[in-house]
């Protein structure tokens, strides 16, 4: 297969830095789509994959999996996309398209393992997937999304990961007007969750173990905060919630969070802590209440949710970095020292 060499960042080791290297991408088949990345936002997921932190990556590695970008070529099979449209592509580029969860349009739950923007499977090259880190990708075109012409782009980035992580979930468990929401956590997911809840209508309460977040909390969106680091506090709002959304990705007691459920509650986990959380079987039990999981969303459902944002003028709040800058940006995010997504402007790698 024909192939064209970009220029990225990635890492050649787990404990190496990322620098600028070469990759190849191939040239356009029947369905692709080569897309111009203009911003590419920066999620924990490509710090953990870099640094080999879950296992199983592949070297060299070039993370980013939340690009915004515009088309630069088509396919001639291409029926969706044209020439200088502004697309978007998440966390998958494909899928097996055959099993259950294939066609009921959940790729994220593909039976047989969807194929990851980055260190995932390239059927067409045979190596590694690379993903936004880079100049150009080519993307077929069903796994590309279509990008609202109203939203800020820079800051639109981060709906294709932390956007769509934290919709899917408060869509799935049907939040809306006359439900009060928890959202636990205020970072890059959390910040997300606050805005898309108060714009399906929900009552929304910010759950925090810091005090100083109250400010910001309420600027996001949140009708009200609870400080769950206040016992006080915890208990006079004992079973009041509907639904409550988890974003914390650092270890927490999960039965204090399940307390606040009313009975029929749900609490579903999207952040994803290092070690497994203890459930008291009676956090459950009692009120019958639910705990669940879930992972980003499928093609359509992201698109819905980037519909949804250009209606609600819905974007991250983000801090714009050069694509040099993006090892110091590694080690600010371990500190939690940024309000509240990094996002690459691709254009510094291009040498504009």
């Known amino acids: 297969m024909s192939t064209f060499t970009v220029k990225a960042f990635g890492t050649r080791a787990s404990e190496a830095n990322l620098e600028q290297m070469q990759i190849d991408r191939r040239e356009v088949t029947a369905k692709d789509i080569e897309i111009d990345i203009l911003f590419c936002g920066v999620c924990h997921s490509d710090l953990h994959t870099a640094r ?8 060299p590695n070039v993370p980013g999996h939340e690009i915004v970008g515009r088309v630069t070529k088509i396919g001639e099979g291409v029926s969706k996309y044209k020439i200088g449209d502004l ?25 047989k393992g969807n194929i990851q923007t980055y260190n995932g499977h390239d059927k067409h090259l ?22 609202p012409e109203n939203l800020d782009l820079a800051a639109t980035a981060p709906l294709l990961c932390a956007g769509i992580t934290t919709y899917s979930p408060l869509r799935h468990w049907k939040v809306g007007p006359g439900k009060n929401v928890g959202i636990v956590g205020i ?10 809840a108060k714009a399906m209508g929900a009552h929304v309460v910010v759950i925090t173990t810091s005090s100083s977040k109250t400010e910001d909390a309420k600027r996001l969106g949140a009708d009200e905060v609870i400080l769950s ?12 919630l509907h639904f409550i959304l988890d974003c914390v990705s650092a270890q927490h007691d999960i039965n204090a969070y ?26 459950l039990l009692v009120s019958r209440k639910s705990l669940s999981g879930s992972a980003i969303g499928g093609i359509a459902e992201t698109q819905e949710m980037l519909d949804f944002c250009g209606k609600h003028n819905i974007t991250s709040d983000i801090e714009l970095i050069r694509m040099q800058d993006i090892n110091k940006a590694y080690e600010r995010l371990l500190k939690s020292d940024v309000k509240y997504r990094f996002v690459i402007d691709m254009a510094s790698l291009k040498g504009k």
């Open 87 to 111: 697309v978007g592509v998440g966390c998958m580029v494909d899928s097996c398209r055959e099993c259950e969860s294939c066609k009921e349009g959940l790729e994220q739950y593909c039976e």
């Open 258 to 283: 399940l307390s606040l459920l009313k009975r029929d509650g749900a609490l579903t986990l999207v952040g994803a802590p290092e070690h497994p959380l203890p459930v008291a079987a009676f956090s």
């Open 187 to 196: 970072g890059g997911l959390g910040h997300m969750g606050v805005k898309i």
């Open 229 to 240: 680091t206040d016992g006080q506090q915890m208990k006079e709002n004992a079973g009041k």
């Open 52 to 59: 080999n932190e879950w296992g199983g990556t592949i070297y």
């Open 126 to 147: 045979n190596h590694q997937t690379f993903g936004g880190y880079s100049e150009r990708v080519v993307v077929d075109e069903d796994f590309v999304l279509k990008i």
